[in-house]
């Protein structure tokens, strides 16, 4: 009986003193979000932000328990006294003439800045002690970072969270435009996500293929917000942010029709357990202004109209908390589809494949009278195999040159070609329209100047090689194979006896 008691007893301390069922309210919650984005030059934007909030203020009250924020994150901010923190991770450039403006831009590299707590009496130290820390939490090269790259701005770089002051030597900026963006980094990040990448929409976020893309960039903005209307107390928000550009002719055939098994080699499954909301964007503004042009698969259930960057902005909206949008099977792969052939959809693009097949790109256009037009490709130099150089590297290499075919329309109208009775120079290019010509012309050759390694190391190491080698074999085989006799010492010979007769001539006695 009173083995019961105590049993009794223990279940109602772990039940709390708020009786049956009743547990303390979350002081944090998380919410996250992808917006697929069609850009004008045919490719394809995906944003995703992951937004932890947590109601706690770090500065005034010890923490020891951690449930959704990182406790990695939340322990430099009372170390350090932070006030924001915004770092990213870019590798390309975001080209706002051809993809329109981004949500947040970055530059190429790693970029830090941090505002600190005017309670804090050596800035200096504090930041390079920060990008230390920061720099083994996320695998980077942020140790780098010290005064002779860091800077005061006073201008730019405004607190994005509540402020009490703008005492801009609380301020740290710097940036690193060589840092390399690799899986290394992206690890780190994806760990500080609640779910990590077991499930939501951070099922996603496969490395091989956000690498593959035209520009990548994370980022990681930390920044104290208002609690309630009248902002009497303070919350702790933490966003996480990725966003990259799917080029739509090298990873999709030169089609413009999407969906999320082609860009991310995944579909999604279920939400974050630990999500409060988790939802899909689709931007259809161009469907609407283009007579529905896009098409998306499955049909949204709601949509969201906003201005967003100046721009009224028209997105399909897929709640994954809602039952209805993913299936029986739980498998939702939305899908992109274009009911017409765009603008460009003439242009052929064949992407080259190392030492396989070169490049290949074909367009159909007309161009009106007295105009100018430019085509130009961007290329990357490369280090070639020893045994591909030319007997001339230095020379450069050729690109075959471009080809043009034009129906230029004739000043003078023709009477039809008589094949058998007109001139050969007349009946090389057929023409089925006495009112045009056809013309083919060709231009010049490309040469262009690839890294060249110094050849001459190689041929002096060679013969440095060869001649020792000759050397150490030559003498070894010479004493392997050579073979020793002893020799006796003769009696004597004809030196000896010259001698002794000199001797006797001198009255010397003979030897």
Avoid at 443 to 463: G, R
Wanted: hydrophobic content about 40%; charged content about 20%; glycine content about 4%.
């Amino acid at each position: 009986m009173a083995a019961a008691v105590r049993l009794a007893l223990i279940v109602l301390l772990l039940l709390g003193p708020g009786g049956w069922g009743h547990a303390e309210p979350s002081r944090d919650s998380l919410r996250e979000e992808l917006v697929i984005t069609p850009l004008p030059s045919g490719d394809v934007a995906a944003t995703f932000q992951f937004r932890t909030r947590w109601d706690s203020e770090l500065h005034r009250e010890e923490v020891s328990h951690y449930r959704l924020f990182p406790k990695a994150l939340g322990q430099l901010i009372s170390k350090y006294s932070l006030q924001e923190l915004h770092l990213s991770f870019t590798q390309g450039f975001w080209r706002t003439r051809y993809w329109g403006p981004p949500f947040l831009q970055a530059p190429s590299g790693a970029e830090l800045w941090v505002w600190f707590q005017d309670t804090v009496t050596d800035v200096d130290k504090s930041w390079k002690e920060l990008s230390n820390v920061l720099s083994g939490i996320f695998c980077a090269s942020l140790n780098f970072i010290d005064s002779t790259n860091t800077v005061i701005p006073t201008a730019s770089f405004k607190p994005l969270g509540l402020a009490n002051g703008t005492d801009h030597y609380f301020l740290r900026y710097a940036v690193l435009p060589r840092e390399v963006v690799c899986t290394e980094n992206l690890t780190p990040w994806k760990k500080l996500l609640p779910c990590s990448s077991k499930a939501g929409l951070s099922v996603l976020l496969k490395a091989d293929r956000l690498f593959h893309t035209s520009y990548h960039s994370q980022a990681v903005h930390i920044r104290p917000v208002c609690r309630n209307a009248r902002c009497t107390s303070i919350s702790w928000e933490l966003r996480q942010t990725l966003s990259v550009v799917f080029d739509a002719f090298v990873t999709g055939q030169g089609k413009k029709d999407w969906s999320l098994f082609r860009m991310f080699s995944r579909t999604l499954t279920e939400p974050c357990p630990l999500a409060a909301e988790s939802r899909v964007y689709v931007d259809i503004t161009s469907s609407k202004q283009d007579n529905e042009t896009l098409e998306v698969n499955p049909p949204p259930l709601t949509t969201y109209q906003d201005v967003i960057l100046g721009t009224q902005k028209t997105y399909a909206v897929y709640d994954l908390l809602d039952t209805a949008v993913i299936n029986n099977s739980r498998n939702l792969n939305l899908q992109l589809k274009w009911k017409r052939p765009p603008e460009n959809g003439y242009i052929h693009y064949q992407p080259a494949q190392d030492r396989l097949q070169p490049h290949l790109l074909e367009m159909l256009i007309q161009l009106p009278a007295n105009s100018v037009t430019k085509v130009s490709i961007q290329f990357e130099r490369a280090l070639l195999k020893w045994t591909e150089y030319t007997p001339d590297p230095n020379h450069g290499f050729y690109v075959s040159p471009s080809v043009l075919s034009a129906l230029v329309p004739s000043i003078v109208a023709s009477k039809p070609v008589d094949w058998e009775e007109s001139p050969l120079f007349n009946t090389l290019f057929p023409g089925s329209d006495s009112s045009s010509y056809f013309v083919r012309l060709y231009t010049e050759p490309l040469l262009v100047n690839l890294p060249t390694p110094d050849f001459s190391m190689p041929y002096n190491v060679i013969c440095l090689t060869c001649t020792v080698v000759a050397v150490c074999y030559g003498s070894f085989y010479n004493l392997l194979t050579r073979t020793f006799h002893i020799e006796e010492p003769s009696k004597g010979g004809l030196a000896k006896r010259l001698a002794n007769l000199i001797r006797r001539a001198r009255g010397i006695p003979p030897l």
